[in-house]
């Protein structure tokens, strides 16, 4: 491969909302290290996060490899959808967990603005 065709296909960890994808991911795995083992509600929430977390990262990296405008509309609505329920999952973590008592309300908080 020569430097145009490098140019023209950019690597997806180079662009700014892969890299958020990943700052999210990273803040939502210290969120998730915070929440009790023994509470299988919470234990759920954590997954659904840990997951949509990890798809945000993924699809934008399937979209840039993507060739057919199709495949990017695909993943770009995944990668909406996830976001949105990431944002519902730290609403449910919020009401579950009164932020007064839970030491993760600041990475709440910061997660909440990280994906708006």
Do not use: H, W
């Amino acid at each position: 491969m020569n430097s145009e065709d490098e140019d023209d296909n950019p690597k997806p960890e180079r662009l700014p909302i892969y890299r958020k994808g990943k700052e999210i991911f990273d803040m939502v795995i210290k969120i998730a290290d915070l929440i009790p083992e023994n509470d299988e509600y919470l234990n759920d929430i954590k997954a659904c996060m840990l997951c949509d977390a990890a798809l945000l990262s993924v699809k934008v990296a399937g979209a840039e490899a993507a060739e057919l405008y199709d495949l990017k509309m695909e993943n770009a609505a995944i990668i909406r959808k996830a976001a949105r329920d990431l944002m519902v999952q730290v609403l449910a973590l919020s009401i579950r967990t009164p932020m007064m008592t839970y030491p993760s309300s600041d990475l709440k908080k910061i997660l909440k603005n990280k994906i708006l």
